[in-house]
T-cell receptor, first 113, second 111 residues
Framework: NAGVTQTPKFRVLKTGQSMTLLCAQD?????MYWYRQDPGMGLRLIHYSVGEGTTAKGEVPDGYNVSRLKKQNFLLGLESAAPSQTSVYFC????????????FGDGTRLSIL | RKEVEQDPGPFNVPEGATVAFNCTYS??????FFWYRQDCRKEPKLLMS???SGNEDGRFTAQLNRASQYISLLIRDSKLSDSATYLC????????????FGAGTRLFVKA
């Protein structure tokens, strides 16, 4: 009964380092999303995907890249981490957009020093 | 004006109280609505969908007012475990991906 699984749960990086966050879902959902959540800002969409092999930019895409090579996985990459990217990152998935709720992973807490 | 607005609160209520939150949206073409609950340092979890005719799930009642462009969440007989942040979600039917999460309303239920 995994649902949406994110790895890692916590990470500390130095400015300029790179890393990849992995999101995996076992619900056969077409749509997948990456959000960041900062205090007082609510959830902001970074990138999303409407199916295997497709990706699109969200509200705050700069500094991030994504890939959806397999339907069940959605990867978020930080090529050169900056302190402004310190945040909690949530992955979510859904069958579609309209009338389809999103199901979230339990988050990755990322600190950039 | 923000596309989706919520009173950030916090709402401080005693156990057993009834509390209501509103969420206003600016796009009249909005089609789908949800309420999520988020506990401190946890992921958002779906609480309930919001249907045009209003819907109820136990102590929770959700309503939609299209004329005034807001959705509401009513919690009756509040429990300590209801303490959380409540996020509204609005999805306009305007083409392209446009799901919008509100910033949330914090609720504290006290003994």
């Amino acid at each position: 009964n995994a649902g949406v699984t994110q790895t890692p749960k916590f990470r500390v990086l130095k400015t300029g380092q790179s890393m990849t966050l992995l999101c995996a879902q076992d619900m056969n959902h077409e749509y997948m999303y990456w959000y960041r959540q900062d205090p007082g800002m609510g959830l902001r969409l970074i990138h999303y995907s409407v199916g295997e092999g497709t990706t699109a930019k969200g509200e705050v895409p700069d500094g991030y890249n994504v890939s959806r090579l397999k339907k069940q996985n959605f990867l978020l990459g930080l090529e050169s981490a900056a302190p402004s990217q310190t945040s909690v990152y949530f992955c979510a998935s859904s069958y579609g957009e309209f009338n389809q709720p999103q199901h979230f992973g339990d988050g990755t807490r990322l600190s950039i020093l | 004006r923000k596309e989706v607005e919520q009173d950030p609160g916090p709402f401080n209520v005693p156990e057993g109280a009834t509390v209501a939150f509103n969420c206003t949206y600016s796009n009249s073409a909005s089609q789908s609505f949800f309420w999520y609950r988020q506990d401190c340092r946890k992921e958002p979890k779906l609480l309930m969908s919001v249907y045009s005719s209003g819907n109820e799930d136990g102590r929770f009642t959700a309503q939609l007012n299209r004329a005034s462009q807001y959705i509401s969440l009513l919690i009756r007989d509040s429990k300590l475990s209801d303490s959380a942040t409540y996020l509204c979600v609005v999805i306009p039917n305007t083409g392209g991906f446009k799901t919008i999460f509100g910033a949330g309303t914090r609720l504290f239920v006290k003994a």
